[in-house]
């Protein structure tokens, strides 16, 4: 089973950018398909992005796309999240999740993934 550890949250103002990393130990994420998820207070946890295992395929929520990059540096076992032009709805506790199964990046139900972080909190302000 695969460890992950989420790094890199904080306390931003609108309009603002963090870069979030998610350290892999355990197993080499060479052959993992990795994912980013959040959860607000009160709310569901909902998927933010997907990249596949060679990085060549990536899925984002709509509430997101052109705004969070997902990438990966497998070398490292890591992935990252970079995020651009926060808004105060981005608040939330941002977990990274981890599977193996071949599935394309546009599974991004909970179930699709089988190994999860602890999260990070990320706080934007207006």
């Known amino acids: 089973q695969v460890q992950l550890v989420e790094s890199g949250g904080g306390l931003v103002q609108a309009g603002g950018s963090l870069r979030l990393s998610c350290a892999a130990s355990?197993?080499?994420?060479?052959?993992?398909?990795m994912g980013w998820f959040r959860q607000a207070p009160g709310k569901e946890r909902e998927f933010v992005a997907t990249i596949s295992w060679s990085a060549g395929s990536t899925s984002y929520a709509d509430s997101v796309k052109g705004r969070f990059a997902i990438s990966r540096d497998n070398a490292k076992n890591t992935v990252y999240l970079l995020m651009n032009s926060l808004k105060p709805e981005d608040t939330a506790v941002y977990y990274c999740a981890a599977d193996t199964r071949p599935l394309p990046v546009t599974y991004v139900r909970l179930a699709d993934f089988g190994s999860w972080g602890q999260g990070t909190q990320v706080t934007v302000s207006s």
């Open positions: 355990g197993r080499t994420i060479t052959t993992y398909r």
